[in-house]
């Protein structure tokens, strides 16, 4: 498996800026793939897909989707996660937006292949200057994506004026934990994982502990806060799958770095959790 130079020389790049737009544009469109994010992985046997569409399950439950709802998701990707948010949980209209036009584009066709567009609308937007006004949204949904905006803690300043009184923040994120095992390895993971964040655009404000993540949120006003980490459900079952599809005579680099990851995931340097934050004031729909 061969990678051309002009990619590997843009991917070297990447760690001397901040802009998940030239990120994104690096990925592209990998062949075959509905999502972006790295799946929920509720049983061994599960493919790509199925994990991917099992953590959009996971965050419309935490989010407690209803049919009532008017929602905001944030950093929408390819527009998938929408797509099936409306058809499980039947929620009345999703807005979505994002920094990447190549997404927007992507977005907008699954739209109206699928024929949702007076359900679905996407635009063009920054998650720490949402724009629309406050208090119209039951909930704001932000799926692996917080971590890019400069700052996650402005967008959860953001995402509070726009929900509704009673209303949710749910997120699926990628926090910094404590870095486990001995000394030397210590010093590896951290410096792999600072690799890590430098080409995956984590902004150095947005490399929080779980305490920090907390603060953050009840600093912008958020109450009923909760936070779960499901890092064995996301990093290391994923790095397995991967490892399972490559060939051990052939894609000798691509599993060397494999197995890399798998000891860096098992450090605890990178942490996935799922939390929920609400809005004082009674649910919406709930008003006496």
Not at 66 to 89: C, H, K, P, S, T
Not at 156 to 164: D, M, N, P, Q, S
Not at 249 to 271: K, Q, V, W
Request: contains cysteine; positive net charge; proline residues 4%.
């Amino acid at each position: 498996m061969s990678v051309p130079l002009s990619t590997i020389r843009s991917a070297f790049f990447l760690l001397f800026t901040q802009d998940p737009r030239r990120l994104y544009t690096l990925l592209g469109i990998p062949e075959g793939k509905r999502y972006l994010n790295l799946g929920y992985w509720e049983r061994s046997d599960m493919n790509l897909e199925e994990a991917c569409d099992e953590l959009v399950r996971k965050v419309g439950s935490l989010a407690r989707l209803r049919a009532e709802d008017i929602v905001l998701d944030v950093g929408f990707g390819f527009g998938q996660q929408a797509v099936l948010w409306v058809e499980e949980f039947a929620c009345r209209k999703i807005f979505g937006i994002n920094v990447t036009p190549l997404h927007l584009n992507e977005s907008n066709a699954l739209i109206r292949r699928r024929g949702l567009q007076e359900v679905i609308r996407y635009q063009l937007g920054d998650a720490v200057a949402i724009p629309f006004r406050a208090n119209c949204f039951d909930k704001v949904l932000a799926l692996e994506c917080a971590f890019h905006f400069k700052t996650r803690e402005k967008f959860f300043r953001e995402a509070y004026r726009v929900l509704k009184p009673g209303g949710l923040l749910v997120t699926a994120d990628i926090i910094r934990g404590k870095v486990r095992g001995r000394w030397p390895n210590q010093v590896g993971h951290r410096l792999f994982g600072f690799l890590q964040e430098r080409f995956w655009q984590i902004p150095a404000e947005n490399r929080n502990d779980i305490s920090q993540y907390r603060r953050y949120l009840e600093r912008a006003g958020f109450s009923e806060i909760m936070a779960t980490d499901v890092s064995d459900k996301v990093f290391g079952s994923l790095v397995s799958y991967y490892l399972s599809k490559s060939q051990p005579h052939e894609d000798l680099l691509i599993r060397l770095l494999l197995n890399m990851t798998r000891g860096f995931c098992r450090s605890g340097y990178l942490r996935y959790t799922l939390s929920r934050a609400s809005k004082p004031g009674p649910a919406p729909g709930e008003e006496q």
